[in-house]
DNA sequence: TGGGGGTATATTGTCGACAATTAAAAGCGT
DNA sequence: ACGCTTTTAATTGTCGACAATATACCCCCA
């Protein structure tokens, strides 16, 4: 599960920060201090600086020479272009996947669809937020693209979370998405990288659409 | 032309390692020791980690904790990997930048693509190196997704270029780019997403296969 | 002579202090 | 009282030193 074995403080300290910001703990918009942080998190300023790059690089903070950093701000324009990133980058995940995946990979994401179909038919589906990410995660690697898995993972699924978590994203949608997902695995099972690559990309843009919805009140 | 006017000496000096990698000057694979660095550069250590951890963001070091940083080393497999996000992102772009771009702008891509077409006609053709990179780039800008550029521009583009570089890119398809070219700004003018989607991902497709045959010898 | 353990060296990770820059406050004149 | 200049405070940028880890070397032993 790609372990992200932190080895060292600064690390832990990234991860830590991370988590904060993309839960909101550390609010959006605001300015990160480093003295401060460096209080709160027990370590020294370098430690705070390299983790603020790190979360400059994965899209979470803005930085300015002299200035300072502040935490990314959420707004309706900025969700609308990292899902045409994702849809891009992910459609070219699946189609690759559909042609790189070995036979055990692709008979392990049909088991993990099977998991998921007990879910939404079950009472309360605890669906959405884990199992969407699970199956994401699972193409993404399936395309053994080295370059595409860094990216999503690294400097665009967090930022992805953050506006979920941060505007209360578990709504309906669930059953759907569902029949979505079996779509893609059918076709990637068939070894089509044309469709898996379309229905992935029409999936994420149905998607952007769903949570589109939930923030007219964002400018 | 974005100017990436560099404040502090730590933009500094990252543009120069940079540079230097790309170049060439250190070469590909080669060990980055801190100290080494800080003394060639006349910085501190500190600066030269900052620099470092840039890098590893470009894509053009690989780093482990308490062991160190290497310079990436150019191989067959990552340059395919390299330019399939390159025709994901960029696919994308060209899909944007006919929707996005403002008729002035779509006048001004036209015009670059008119001094090309003299360089190509011309005697000596200089035109493959800058005159793609500017297309490129202009595409890329037009798309006025910020999340694209930024990846574009800071995570892939380098790297592109170090490729180039260090293989000795600079051969034929002069004209047979330049007629490519010709046909996506024929799309983008017609604000036809589609195609220019399509036209920009074959334009990218077919660069690679040219370029891939220049390198059987990297396994 | 070859291998394992332990010491020495080199390299990276972390820290606190100083310098440079920016933002805020005070002082001044009109 | 208002606007401009000067001074002060706060924040970021840079540095050298110390700590922790990994590598290289040497010695000892079978």
Not at 63 to 74: E, P, Q, S, W, Y
């Amino acid at each position: 599960m790609l372990a992200e074995n932190a080895v060292t403080t600064s690390d832990k300290t990234f991860l830590a920060l991370r988590g904060d910001i993309v839960d909101g703990a550390i609010s959006a918009g605001s300015k990160l201090n480093e003295s401060e942080l460096s209080a709160k998190y027990q370590v020294s300023r370098a430690i705070i600086r390299e983790s603020i790059n790190r979360l400059e690089a994965a899209n979470l903070v803005e930085r300015k020479a002299n200035i300072g950093a502040k935490v990314v701000t959420l707004t309706h324009q900025g969700l609308i272009q990292l899902y045409q990133v994702r849809e891009s980058l992910e459609g070219m995940a699946a189609r690759l996947a559909a042609t790189n995946m070995s036979d055990n990979e692709i008979t392990r994401l049909n088991q993990l669809l099977n998991t998921h179909a007990e879910d939404v038919m079950g009472p309360q589906s605890y669906y959405q937020e884990a199992g969407d990410v699970d199956f994401h995660y699972r193409i993404v690697l399936g395309s053994h693209n080295q370059h595409l898995i860094s990216m999503l993972m690294h400097n665009i699924y967090h930022l992805v979370r953050m506006y979920r978590v941060q505007l209360g994203m578990a709504g309906p949608r669930v059953t759907t998405a569902f029949y979505e997902h079996q779509h893609i695995v059918q076709a990637i099972s068939n070894r089509d990288p044309e469709l898996a690559e379309m229905l992935m990309r029409r999936h994420i843009t149905y998607s952007m659409k769903n949570i589109e919805n939930k923030l007219r009140n964002l400018q």
